[in-house]
């Protein structure tokens, strides 16, 4: 069944297809199965990453309403800020960002590099709050003004998740005998927009959505309803593992950095500490433990994040 999105509006940011790499010295250290790597932190704009495929719709649908400024939310290293940063930069309009401190960390890497440096290089209006009485009041006043768009935390809404149908058709292009895609869960889009693809596909692929900050059940229900805006999820094989979440978001745990050493030096691939860190980290205690069989095909999908990673860098380095 082929995906037909060519009736939204769009805007291409993008370079598609991201690449789909085998990876033999990650799938020998691990004992199997065969692990592939679909490289969305990869794809040009912005230093890369997920939330580029959600932008083009969000953008597009923002377009023709005629909007000059975006307004979003995030977590001070916050990837997607970045991101909507740079399309702004690139389309020429306005970006206002509104970051909360919703990370228990104050050092000086974290408050100043990372993503949080790419969105004052982009030329992104910064505004740092520390309750969400400020987060409310600011994004109160930032809305009053004409002609402005406002993106949800994550790109993750009806719209934004169409990036990822997108994205799983053109996966089942490139290889469709796959049983199982291992994706990170924050805000959900992402997760959502693989399962509503693979529905509109009638694909018959386990989707594993590993948790980087909310429950199982909390993630379930999210993939859910922004999934079934999209299609009809009956039938959809959904695992949903909150394994790798730890003490709570963006706060790294010895399995993540395991992980994430492990891809770096069988691979080259480099990982970061908040959402492929931790996914990574449950797909291989998941392959450890025999969940996923040595004699699979599976696809781990690089939701990008780099950049964060410098801001974790005493950890890194300690």
């Given at each position: 069944m082929a995906v037909d999105l060519s009736g939204y509006p769009r805007v291409v940011l993008g370079q598609w297809p991201t690449a789909l790499e085998d990876c033999p010295r990650l799938t020998e250290a691990l004992g199997g199965p065969r692990i592939l790597v679909k490289r969305d932190d990869v794809n040009g704009l912005g230093v890369g990453g997920n939330k580029l495929r959600k932008l083009e719709f969000l953008i597009g649908e923002a377009r023709e309403s005629g909007v000059d400024t975006v307004i979003t939310f995030g977590a001070l290293q916050s990837n997607h800020a970045r991101q909507t940063?740079?399309?702004?930069?690139k389309l020429g309009l306005q970006c206002e960002l509104i970051l909360t401190k919703s990370v228990p960390r104050s050092d000086v890497a974290y408050?100043?590099?990372?993503?949080?440096?790419?969105?004052?290089?982009?030329?992104?209006?910064?505004?740092?709050?520390?309750?969400?009485?400020?987060?409310?009041?600011?994004?109160?006043?930032?809305?009053?003004?004409?002609?402005?768009?406002?993106?949800p935390v994550g790109g993750s809404?009806?719209?934004?998740?169409?990036?990822?149908?997108?994205?799983?058709?053109?996966?089942?292009a490139q290889l469709a005998s796959i049983s199982k895609i291992v994706v990170p869960v924050g805000s959900a889009g992402t997760a959502a927009g693989v399962?509503?693809?693979i529905c509109l596909l009638d694909w018959p692929v386990t989707l594993v959505a590993a948790c980087v900050s909310h429950t199982a059940d909390e993630s379930r229900a999210d993939i859910t309803r922004l999934a079934s805006a999209v299609a009809n999820l009956d039938g959809l094989d959904l695992l949903i593992t909150d394994r790798a979440v730890g003490p709570g978001y963006g706060i790294p745990t010895a399995e993540m950095w395991g992980a994430l050493r492990l891809f770096a030096r069988t691979e080259g691939i480099t990982l970061d500490p908040v959402y492929s860190g931790k996914a990574a980290a449950a797909m291989v205690d998941m392959i450890r433990n025999g969940e996923i069989g040595a004699d699979e095909t599976i696809v781990f999908l690089h939701t990008g994040g780099v950049p964060g990673l410098?801001?974790?860098a005493p950890e890194l380095t300690g």
């Open positions: 940063a740079a399309v702004c930069a408050e100043r590099s990372g993503n949080v440096l790419l969105d004052n290089l982009y030329g992104a209006n910064v505004h740092i709050c520390d309750t969400e009485e400020e987060t409310v009041a600011t994004y109160e006043r930032l809305a009053a003004r004409e002609k402005t768009a406002t993106f809404n009806e719209t934004g998740i169409l990036g990822y149908v997108a994205a799983t058709a053109e996966l089942h399962a509503a693809g410098f801001a974790y």
